[in-house]
């Protein structure tokens, strides 16, 4: 009787404990692509968020990230990680989207979060940002800001996702002036156009000897280009700007950068991090805009002197218009359905 | 834009842009003119940019920047030398391994010393080179082609790539000649990595050489392997670069064919993606024969062993 007591007594504890340490400690797992954790752009900024989490949230200390530079990597990572009780795994990047949604039927049991891509599985959760809304707005401040009434759009590879970018931004633009040149351009049409500053400095070079006075580049590591040659043909007539994508670049280049459109990934990963320890994960399509954080523009000390209040309170007035719907801003991922 | 702006801005881009191919290229010469195949230029050029970017950033003095990514180009080219000549290993294998090096290593010291994988400190625009890397890749042109052409040196190293044993039988070591050639290409490419770090852009990020290594030993071969013609094809393909840029900027005007077809042809030709690809379609047609006769050394790829 009394050894049956014991027993019982020592499986509640460790039924207990299982549990206990189950819900207090997921295990987090997350998953960069090529560009790795230091591309000062989206995989950097899901890793900041990866890191502030382990941090400050009781995740297990056992959470890992790994860069996967190609398929079988990713193949890999996916296997030993759906292995080793990963509470949810976090895909980052669209370089990495068709892999993962070619292995995620695999392992219906596990959950996955997929940043910047839509996959519709019942184990997955889908954050994806309205670039569209960011691009339109920041748009609207080039041509606002442009004194030679022509702006230029530098993109890194030719994707979909990129040409979101460069539809919004032209319309935002031409909502301000509706007369404005905007040039475009891209990188490449290969992977390594999202490494490639030289090349987009070219670009740049030559869209500013066109007499664009405003780039925006949403072109990765590429973007930096793009900031040295508007430092480049800074003493020519007129002031050159460059604006920065995904992450704040203001810092880069104080005084050259005139913004930057922000993705709130670190702010995304960071939620969805708390909704797991909260048991309140949840699978789906969930979009970011300007309305939630997802996408905003960047003023901070670095940029605060390029604008008036007279232009801040335009681009709060559009801001907010844009999250009322009062604008409709085009989206190319709707256009080119139909 | 009038069309005198557009020639410059396409000049000054075919100038810049042909530069650290020319670097590389040469590089190549030298090691494939002694029969050492140099698949490996993408890596010490990937070597010599981060060191490049990195001495300028802890010195703040571009030149001792330039001669760093010089000397870690040829720390990689030690590194294959060892295996190719000494060793006799394949020298596809050990170039492809010797890249695949670079781009694994240069994260690694880059996180010890910035503490960041993929980029290092912004280097000042005060600290870079605005053309002086360009003008010596023209003179390293004239001086290795009269090097080629004028010195013993160069003859040994045109018989270490032709006729080892007629080299050996006449007294001059083949070993030492290639030790030499392999030596001086890793410190070429160095130099043309360290260009596009710390001339044409403000700091190393991760791969930025973005395959100009395999496009420099492609502009060597429709080159004939030989100094001048490769530099030529180095600025050809460097014309097509800034031809795509500049095209991609402009509006093409858009004639209106009556057949349709026609239209669809017209877009396709003038659509950027195919301008892309031009330099490519060059060398395939070009390397299969269509121009000229491109002869490699004879002994190209061959390790030579001295008591046969």
Redo the contacts between chains.
Sequence with gaps: MKNIITSIFLLSITLNTQSVSAAINPKICMILDK??????SFN?AAYEGFQTALKTLPISKESKVIDAKEDTQLKQAIRSFTKSNCAVIFSIGINNADAIKALIPKYPEQKFVVIDSVINENNVRSIIYREDQGAFLIGAIAAMKSKTNEI?FIGGM?IPLIRRFETAYIAGAKYINPKIKV????V??SI?AW?????A???A???Y???ADIIFHAAG?SG??V??AA??KDNLKYKKYAIGCDSNQNW??PGIVLTSMTKGVTETVIDTIQSVIDDKFSTGKNSYGLSNGGVDWALDKYNKNLFTNKDLEKIKKIKSDIIAEKIQVPDYYKEAKN | ?DWI?LAF?IG??TI??SA?LIFAALGGLFSERSGIINIALEGKMLAGAFAAAAVTTLTQNPILGLIAGGFAGMLMAIVYGIFVINFKANQIVVGTAITILASGTV?FVSQILFQ????TP?IP?GNRFIYTPIIIAWLLVISIWCLFKFSPYGMWHKFAGEHPDALQTSGIDVIRTRWSGVLVSGFLAGLGGAT?SIC????Y????T??RGYMALAALIVGGWKPITAALACLAFGFF??LG??L???QIPKPEFSIQFLNQIWSFFVS??FI?IIPYILTITIVAGFVGKSRPPKALGQPYLRNR
Excluded: H, V
């Excluded at chain 1, 560009?35 to 000062?40: V, Y």
């Excluded at chain 1, 040039?183 to 891209?186: A, D, E, N, T």
């Design positions: 560009a790795g954790k230091d591309d000062r950097q230029g030719d040039f475009s351009g891209y490449g049409i390594e490494n490639n500053p030289t090349k400095q070219e670009l070079l030559s869209q000897a066109q007499g590591g930096l280009g900031f040295n430092e480049k880069i280049k | 834009m702006n801005s000054g881009a810049r842009m650290p994260p960041n994988t993929g980029s912004e625009i596009l044409l852009s403000s700091s990020t991760r791969n930025m973005a395959g670069d800034a840029i500049t991609q900027g402009i950027a993606q892309q």
